[in-house]
């Protein structure tokens, strides 16, 4: 088995500067870049800069001959991150160098011995797991609908990566934890997973999982297999090594067989995987697993202001077992910013109002949408917010939805970008932009909303995309298009402008400079499902990757109540515990209010503005007057605004609470503004709203003054 049988890649000068390799590397990072010679483990905190360090390890191994770039293979854990280390050695001079997933590099090497194995070629790889296991729960007479089929497929992949079979998953599901799926206890499952090898196996397919089982199978059972990949790849990197699972450490030692050649890198309190089968301890217990070991420790963040830090540091400080023993301490390295907010509000839909508004304030102050995340624990929380922005008009993404290159747009796009391959000495930059052109991209945006701007935004990414590469030195068309089918194959969409909103999980390995992390109540974070120690310290690394995610501004909010109107039940996340109480503590919003009772608290309280006598808590400045503080609004009036809102909101698609809350359509009867600058005054009423429907608001108010 050859390179060239694995990965073929186009030939570049190899660097030939050693030192000016290491040069702009700081010195934890330039010891594991200049580290050969036996295993090493990279402890590696967020924004440390471990993937630069890892890429200039292999380059500067190349350079000084302690690796053959043909015999390395670097492990990652997603397809995006396995382009980006390919894009980097292909800038550093080294694209032999194979960058792949765990099931990237196992498929190749699958379907290279699977004549020689097996015989005859290798069946075909099921992609979706849903048509097989949901026939398998056909044949078994069980009703699943399409969320609990959902959670059985992530069931039967956790099983599968723990090296389980349908026999022994009932004793190991019990020992994890892990009762019951969507309503079906564990012996229900483990018919599930038996009939769905059955329908595999009559379809004559197999799925991701067995593409790495058999493999392992191969590996362990035939020597002459196994000598052969030995002798191709003898020098191993792996990327985020908290995430391995045991499917992937044993296929991890049958690579290596008797050698030690490896470096992994990993952040122990950045495990957020092991509902679906990580296993941390693979990495804390490096030093026993490979003895010659030695550890090296990256804790210098060059990402998130020292604000910011502090606040992840702190959270951390509070982490039990493991997490706490191996927890890295973050130091910044950058230049001092604002501190962390931390915001509560009376409820959800209060909350996404309050977000968007000083969103669309940023915006005005000229920082582009693209820089922000609104970050949230489940998918569900993301409505509010969505309308939210919408009801602003601020475009928005949803990580996770559909996937920029299998728009139909980019698709039409790329099969024209392919056919310009084919002409001699072409000037890619101005090619591209001739034929998307010719498919509705232009070099300002339209002015229009709807599909016409979502297909300008895909042609302009598209545009965007191609500058990266035209900007080398003697870049070609095939260049072009290979960087863009290398992406497509990875699904790195690029940034467009709008606002992110992603799960936290989605989010992982990204950053903004500007980031909301939501939600951030008990129930939430820590979701109400986590009941075990082990199960809320994961929910506590969850919020502290949530926290890393930004570099410049971060703010965190809850809110006390999930509908307007309901009883405040809800408190601040326990994972702020000592985060407010710490000397350097977070600022807290003026609309922020106390976190829970007997806790320090940095409540300010106002001068009631509806009647001048008492003091209006945080709690209550959203209605702008005092518990108990009767109230000056006419019942004519407020009913004559309810009626507005009603069919303002009919008329926009929105809910009510989105053009106006109760509490703010109460102030504004309250004090009857007759400017749109006493209206700006008006709690709950920012610029956004005075612009779409000021007007109309004072017309209302004057009326009905003139009619008393």
Same mark, same amino acid.
């Given at each position: ?38 295993? /090493? ?66 498929? &190749?090497?699958?379907?290279? #011995? ?35 089929? &959902?959670? /059985? ?27 019951? %799926?969507?309503?079906?206890? =564990? ?13 595999? $196996? ?28 030995? !002798? ?5 990197? %792996? ?6 699972? +045991? ?42 697993? #490979? ?50 907010? %931390? ?68 698709? &039409? ?12 000495? /072409? ?44 900007? &080398? ?34 989010? $992982? ?7 909301? %992390? ?46 307007? !109107? ?20 977070? $600022? ?39 518990? !108990? ?62 612009? =779409?429907?000021? +007007? ?10 003139? $009619?008393?």
């Amino acid at each position: 088995m050859t390179d060239h049988a694995l990965d073929p890649a186009a030939e570049a000068p190899a660097p030939t500067d050693a030192e000016a390799l290491l040069a702009a590397l700081d010195p934890e990072q330039r010891e594991v870049a200049s580290s050969f010679g036996a295993p /090493i483990c990279v402890l590696a905190g967020a924004g440390t800069g471990k993937t630069r360090a890892i890429t200039l390890r292999i380059a500067y191994g190349v350079v000084t001959g302690q690796l053959n770039p043909r015999h390395v293979l670097a492990v990652t854990f997603t397809a995006k991150a396995a382009a980006e280390m390919r894009s980097r050695l292909r800038d550093l001079g080294v694209p032999a160098v194979q960058a792949r997933t765990f099931h990237s590099a196992a498929l &190749r090497q699958l379907r290279h #011995f699977w004549p020689r194995v097996v015989g005859g070629p290798m069946p075909e790889l099921l992609t979706n797991k849903f048509a097989g296991v949901g026939e398998a729960c056909q044949r078994l007479h069980l009703s699943v609908d399409r969320a609990a089929l &959902r959670d /059985i497929v992530a069931e039967v992949e956790w099983s599968r990566v723990s090296m389980l079979t349908p026999e022994s998953y009932p004793e190991a599901a019990q020992q994890a934890r892990r009762p019951g %799926v969507a309503g079906f206890d =564990s012996r229900s499952i483990s018919r599930i997973l038996t009939q769905y090898e059955e329908v595999k $196996k009559e379809r004559g397919v197999i799925d991701f999982e067995d593409v790495l089982l058999h493999l392992v199978g191969f590996l362990s059972e035939r020597a002459d297999v196994a000598r052969e990949v030995r !002798g191709q790849y003898k020098h191993f990197v %792996v990327d985020e090594y908290q995430d391995v699972s +045991a499917l992937q450490h044993a296929l991890l030692r049958l690579w290596l067989g008797t050698s030690d050649d490896l470096c992994v890198v990993g952040d122990a309190a950045q495990t957020i995987y092991t509902f679906a089968g990580a296993r941390a301890s693979y990495l804390l217990d490096f030093r026993r697993e #490979f003895k010659r070991a030695r550890t090296i420790r990256l804790e210098r963040n060059y990402r998130s202001t020292p604000e910011i830090v502090r606040m992840a540091n702190t959270v951390l400080d509070g982490a039990q077992g493991r997490t706490r023993d191996s927890r890295l301490t973050l130091v910044s390295q950058r230049e001092s910013g604002p501190p962390p907010l %931390v915001e509560s509000f009376p409820d959800d839909p209060a909350e996404a109002d309050g977000v968007a508004e000083r969103i669309e304030a940023l915006i005005a102050e000229g920082r582009p949408a693209s820089d922000v995340a609104i970050l949230f624990r489940t998918n569900s929380q993301s409505e509010a917010f969505e309308q939210a922005l919408t009801f602003r008009g601020i475009g928005y993404l949803v990580r996770g939805g559909d996937r920029f290159f299998e728009r139909q747009e980019v698709r &039409r796009a790329m099969v024209s970008l392919r056919a310009a391959t084919r002409v001699e000495q /072409i000037d890619p930059a101005r090619a591209v932009r001739d034929i998307l052109s010719q498919q509705g991209w232009s070099p300002q945006a339209p002015e229009t909303t709807g599909a016409v701007r979502e297909r300008w935004d895909s042609l302009n990414a598209l545009v965007g995309l191609t500058d990266t590469v035209t900007r &080398r030195p003697g870049a070609t068309m095939e260049e072009v298009v290979r960087e863009l089918e290398e992406r497509a194959e990875s699904q790195a969409a690029p940034v467009v402008d709008g606002v992110t909103l992603a799960s936290v999980h989605a989010a $992982k390995g990204l950053e903004w400079p500007v980031v909301f %992390v939501v939600g951030a109540s008990d129930g939430l974070l820590p979701i109400s499902m986590a009941k075990t120690a082990a199960e809320v310290e994961e929910e506590r690394r969850l919020f502290y990757v949530a926290l890393t995610r930004a570099r410049d501004l971060l703010t965190v909010s809850w809110a006390a109540a999930r509908t307007p !109107g309901a009883r405040g039940s809800r408190r601040a996340s326990r994972f702020l515990d000592g985060v407010l109480e710490h000397p350097d503590s977070p $600022k807290t919003s003026p609309g922020a209010g106390a976190r829970r009772t007997g806790r320090r608290s940095a409540t300010v309280f106002a001068e009631c503005r509806v009647c001048g006598q008492g003091l209006v808590s945080p709690a209550e400045q959203r209605r702008g007057r005092h518990e !108990g503080c009767p109230s000056q609004a006419g019942a004519g009036l407020l009913a004559e605004l309810r009626s507005w809102r009603r069919d303002e909101a009919r008329r926009r698609g929105a809910p009510p609470y989105a053009i106006l809350t109760d509490a703010a359509l109460e102030a504004v009867a309250e004090r009857a503004p007759r400017t749109e600058q006493e209206l700006l005054e008006v709690p709950g009423v920012g610029a956004g709203k005075v612009a =779409s429907f000021g +007007a109309e608001l004072l017309e209302i108010l004057t009326d009905h003054v003139e $009619k008393a």
